[in-house]
Nanobody, 124 residues
Framework: QVELVESGGGSVQAGGSLGLSCAVA?????????MAWFRQAPGMEREGIAR????????KYADSVKGRFTISQDNAKNTLSLQMNGLKSEDTAMYYC????????????????WGQGTQVTVSS
C-alpha cells in the first residue's frame, strides 16, 4: 500500500517557476517504486510528464516539458519533487504524483497509486 500527498501548487505568471512535492508513505520501501508526475487539464486526457526509475534514478520526460521540468527523489525524506521552470499557460493543469512497479517506468502506464492532485495555474 502506498499513500501519496502532493503539495506546492499555486498560481504563477508565464515564464516563472514552481516546485511541487509529493510525500510518499509505503509499507514497502518507497525507493523500490517507479515514481512519476502526471497532469490533467480541463477537458483533456491525463498526460504523463516525468518519471524516475527506482535504484538508478534514470529520468524520462514527455516532449512537452523536456528541458523545463526536473523530477527528483529524496529517498531519505521519502519525497518526490518536480521543479518546473519556464512555465507556459499550457502547463495549467491538475498535477498528480503516482507510484507503480518497476515495469511502469518503461512507459506512463499501469501506475496503481495516485495522490489527490495539486492545481497549477499559469497566467499569461
Amino acid at each position: 500500500q502506498v499513500e501519496l500527498v502532493e503539495s506546492g501548487g499555486g498560481s504563477v505568471q508565464a515564464g516563472g517557476s514552481l516546485g511541487l512535492s509529493c510525500a510518499v508513505a509505503s509499507t514497502n520501501t518507497p525507493s523500490s517504486y517507479c515514481m512519476a508526475w502526471f497532469r490533467q487539464a480541463p477537458g483533456m486526457e491525463r498526460e504523463g510528464i516525468a518519471r524516475i526509475y527506482p535504484g538508478t534514478g534514470t529520468t524520462k520526460y514527455a516532449d512537452s516539458v523536456k528541458g523545463r521540468f526536473t523530477i527528483s527523489q529524496d529517498n531519505a525524506k521519502n519525497t518526490l519533487s518536480l521543479q518546473m521552470n519556464g512555465l507556459k499557460s499550457e502547463d495549467t493543469a491538475m498535477y498528480y504524483c503516482a507510484a507503480g512497479s518497476f515495469n511502469s517506468c518503461y512507459s506512463f502506464r499501469d501506475f496503481g497509486y495516485w495522490g489527490q492532485g495539486t492545481q497549477v495555474t499559469v497566467s499569461s
